[in-house]
């Protein structure tokens, strides 16, 4: 089911998914529908793609209170707690703005303010996840946005999806509408008489939803278009091999496109984990996704030593990578490229996803070379300040004369020019 390969033949497949012409020429049919025509094209489209004919776009507070009586109260109360650590992790992570007196009387400075509104789109059906509500909307709310507003699509008698509706409420969400697809991201992106028009737009979809967000960037911000998701596990002979096939189970039954892969310098390990993921695969409900997963883009690598297994994993850049070695924080420095990293036999990736506090939203494709995971400062803004003191404004403005004649640009160095020349 899963291949046990050396390095030497080692060459882990990835894959995102970029739409056709005919999705991308749908997608601005219905971007340019929803600018032109507002919620009268909202109302068509969620008629015609999610079957549902609505009155009203707006998500009812009736609607929100009958949906935390509809769901468990466990689910409820684990919903609060893992809120309640996300929420804790990410204020850590706030930045204030920041003031730098000179002695001359010159104040430079930053000021670092919140996004006035944020758009969270939410999947519907069997890809909607609460989870990923909580991580979206909570750093916003930390960050201080103003207004949050939530989309996701209706199912066909007008409901949303209850627990969908309980981790928006537990999130701090303000608005939520009943809409889906690219004609959301259109929404947001541009407003409607319904849907205000938003400064950023975050959230996972499908190819129609990817395509949307890159169309309408620059007209808002965008978080990322995600891939499929992927782990690395990084495991010596101490690790428990039924741990080391759970956690590579774990992303593989996400999405028949999702990589999982061990790295390990035990051959013992190696073939006990693959005994593994045939016995635990075969009892997943989601067993034909996770086969598909391991067998096309899933990988076992005999490496010489763990030091060799790093180097691959950083070649990577998994969005997870775990280390099940008997001192993992002995290597944590090594790790350059990762978009999370779990420490130990106790860390397993899915406690990442709900529970711990970091973000779940993570950059994948070999983009933790150069993205980070979603945070508070993904929903803040930096503007620089300047205050310039008359002392200083003639200590420097010749050589700032200078510069700008050197670049051929007379005007800027001319309002310099007008203020010296006042002495």
Request: aromatic share 6%; with cysteine; glycine share 6%.
């Amino acid at each position: 089911m899963i291949p046990i390969v050396y390095p030497g033949h080692f060459q882990i497949k990835r894959e995102i998914e970029n739409g056709s012409d005919s999705q991308r020429t749908t997608v601005k049919n219905i971007i340019s529908q929803v600018k032109a025509k507002g919620d009268e094209a909202l109302f068509l489209f969620t008629e015609q793609l999610d079957g549902a004919k609505l009155d009203i776009l707006q998500v009812s507070e009736e609607e929100i209170e009958a949906a935390f009586a509809e769901v468990d109260e466990e689910f409820v109360e684990a919903l609060r707690e893992a809120a309640q650590r996300i929420r804790h992790y990410h204020e850590k992570q706030k930045q204030n703005s920041w003031f730098d007196p000179e002695a001359d009387g010159t104040i430079l400075g930053q000021l670092i303010q919140p996004l006035e509104k944020v758009g969270i789109y939410v999947p519907g059906g069997s890809a909607a996840y609460p989870s990923s509500v909580l991580m979206n909307a909570i750093p916003a709310q930390v960050a201080g946005v103003g207004e949050i507003v939530m989309t996701t699509p209706p199912q066909a008698n007008g409901s949303i999806y209850a627990p969908t509706l309980v981790a928006a409420r537990i999130a701090g969400v303000d608005t939520i509408f009943k809409v889906g697809g690219a004609q959301a991201i259109a929404a947001l992106a541009f407003g409607t008489p319904s849907i205000p028009a938003v400064d950023k737009v975050v959230g996972p979809g499908n190819i129609y939803v990817a395509l949307a967000k890159q169309e309408v960037y620059g007209q808002v911000d965008i978080d990322s278009i995600a891939g499929p998701s992927e782990i690395v596990v990084i495991a010596d002979e101490t690790a428990n091999p039924i741990y080391v096939a759970a956690d590579l189970l774990s992303q593989a039954e996400h999405d028949p496109m999702s990589s999982a892969v061990l790295l390990t310098p035990s051959v013992t390990l190696a073939e006990q984990v693959a005994i593994h993921l045939e016995k635990q695969c075969a009892q997943l409900p989601r067993k034909v996704i996770a086969q598909s997963a391991l067998q096309d883009y899933g990988a076992i690598c005999l490496t010489k030593d763990v030091e060799e297994a790093i180097t691959i994993s950083n070649r990577l850049a998994p969005e997870h990578l775990e280390l099940m070695v008997a001192e993992p924080w002995n290597y944590l420095s090594k790790v350059k490229h990762a978009g999370a990293v779990f420490l130990g036999a106790n860390s397993p990736e899915p406690i990442g996803d709900y529970f711990a506090g970091p973000n779940h939203v993570l950059p994948t494709h070999g983009t933790a070379r150069f993205f980070s995971a979603l945070d508070v400062s993904h929903f803040m803004k930096k503007t620089s300040v300047i205050s310039y003191s008359r002392e200083a404004l003639m200590r420097d403005g010749q050589k700032v004369i200078k510069l700008a004649q050197a670049e051929g640009l007379d005007a800027h160095a001319n309002s310099i020019q007008v203020r010296l020349a006042e002495d």
